[in-house]
């Protein structure tokens, strides 16, 4: 059963004085995450409120989750919808046992992903991609997933099949900016205010913007019976709640310990929206999110089922997964 925020001393506002600093116990979990300003809460759930956990971080994002997902290097990740999604989709049509499966909702507002290329390069907007190169983290990640999506919406989708760019696996957000200058690649996607800064010190150049019809973050798990994971949600709750009573807290933590400015860790702040409770998924959203993906290519939405990836479902967290 799910249970409160047992942690929070009182409805409102959060006392960190009433939590000890999180230090990883003997057979905490291993969650995975990405090390950008999303992880702000997680940052705080940890400092504040004894999330008991080994944090993992995973620059090359979502598909770097799954492989050690697959490999049992980490019990839980938190990366991108579409991602999770697709991953599933894959191992599905393989007829392949699912790694992980769907258990929470971390961010229920959209993703705005930013297309950049080479400052020096001769793309000028989004209608000079077509058939172009485009640079991914690794093959299955929100990264290599989203440009299906451009390319869907753009028609430039092939009745024969066939890719409608050349992915060229770069791993990080470092080497998916040198890829562009150095024409590795003639383009890439990735967050906006992740990407903002580059635009500003004119090391890459912006053409546009691509944002997910679908909430962006979810939290998988290899095993969604584990008890320690209502711990896990009550201490990331807690970590969102702070993070929304703390603002400016978040803000000097964004611009001092990740790769943001100040002025732009401020402005994320207004976009996005945290889920007030992470525990559970809408099974609505996957579904949107296998549709919207099938179409684009990405997967086949006649052979992935919703109800074998979401593990607990934000309709039935009255009773245990």
């Given amino acids: 059963m799910l249970k409160s925020l047992r942690a929070i001393p009182a409805l409102g506002t959060v006392s960190r004085r009433a939590f000890s600093t999180g230090k990883v116990a003997k057979g905490g979990l291993r969650i995975g995450y990405v090390p950008e ?10 400092k504040y409120f004894g999330l008991n956990a080994t944090l993992t971080p995973f620059p090359a994002g979502t598909g770097h989750m799954i492989s050690s997902l697959k490999a049992s290097e980490i019990d839980v990740g938190i990366g991108l919808t579409e991602g999770w999604v697709a991953g599933l989709a894959k191992a599905a049509q393989a007829q392949d046992a699912a790694p992980y499966k769907l258990v929470g909702t971390y961010v229920e507002s959209p993703l705005l992903w930013a297309i950049s290329t080479g400052k020096d390069r001769e793309f000028h907007d989004v209608g000079d991609l077509k058939g172009k190169k485009v640079g991914v983290s690794r ?159 990405v997967l086949d939405a006649q052979k992935v089922d919703v109800e074998d990836m979401v593990a607990i479902k934000r309709s039935s967290r009255g009773s245990s997964p």
């Fill in 37 to 46: 300003h999303f992880s702000t809460p997680l940052h705080f759930a940890q």
């Fill in 139 to 297: 093959i299955g990640s929100g990264s290599y997933v989203m440009p299906f999506v451009l390319a869907d919406q753009h028609s430039w989708l092939r009745s024969d099949g066939h890719p409608p760019f050349e992915a060229v696996p770069l791993e990080t957000f470092a080497k998916l900016r040198d890829g562009v200058n150095d024409k590795s690649a003639d383009f890439f996607m990735w967050e906006h205010f992740t990407t903002k800064k580059y635009w500003d010190n004119g090391s890459i150049k912006r053409l546009g913007e691509v944002a997910t019809p679908w909430s962006s973050w979810k939290i998988v798990a290899r095993d969604p019976l584990d008890k320690s994971m209502q711990a896990m949600s009550d201490a990331i709750n807690a970590g969102i709640l702070y993070f929304n009573e703390h603002q400016q807290e978040a803000v000097d933590y964004i611009s001092t310990e990740l790769d943001y400015s100040k002025e732009d860790a401020e402005e994320w702040t207004k976009t996005v929206e945290f889920a007030k409770d992470v525990r559970g998924v809408d099974p609505k959203v996957v579904e949107k999110t296998i549709q919207t993906l099938g179409k684009a290519g």
